[in-house]
Nanobody, 118 residues
Framework: QVQLVESGGGLEQLGGSLRLSCSAS???????????ISWYREAPGKERELVAT???????KYADSVKGRFTISRDNAKNTVYLQMNSLKPEDTGVYYC?????????WGQGTRVTVSS
């Protein structure tokens, strides 16, 4: 059974940086075969929102709230998708999830928590 696994969350101060990682485990299949990987976040008391997406061709999209501050990328050699988060703000606080389709399945990770203090 393939699972997505996030890591890299933590506590950071206003203006700081964090890099989140998303990898696949539980199968010989790698994250490289997934046509799309997205990062979502869920802030306390709010609905889960789409933060960034990368497709297999390398195109990326971002929520307006993170444009210019966050960068999504994939390292095929490491079978990992990253979310580089710079100039962090308290409103970036939340649990970050990676998501992507694999065949008929819509895969989610367990999430990694990011807390930005002012």
């Amino acid at each position: 059974q393939v699972q997505l696994v996030e890591s890299g969350g933590g506590l950071e101060q206003l203006g700081g940086s964090l890099r989140l990682s998303c990898s696949a485990s539980g199968s010989i299949l790698s994250i490289n075969v997934m046509a799309r990987i997205s990062w979502y976040r869920e802030a306390p008391g709010k609905e889960r929102e789409l933060v960034a997406t990368i497709i297999s061709g390398g195109s990326t999209k971002y929520a307006d709230s993170v444009k210019g501050r966050f960068t999504i990328s994939r390292d095929n050699a490491k079978n990992t998708v990253y979310l580089q988060m710079n100039s962090l703000k308290p409103e970036d606080t939340g649990v970050y999830y990676c998501n992507g389709p694999l065949g008929p399945h819509d895969l989610w990770g367990q999430g990694t928590r990011v807390t930005v203090s002012s």
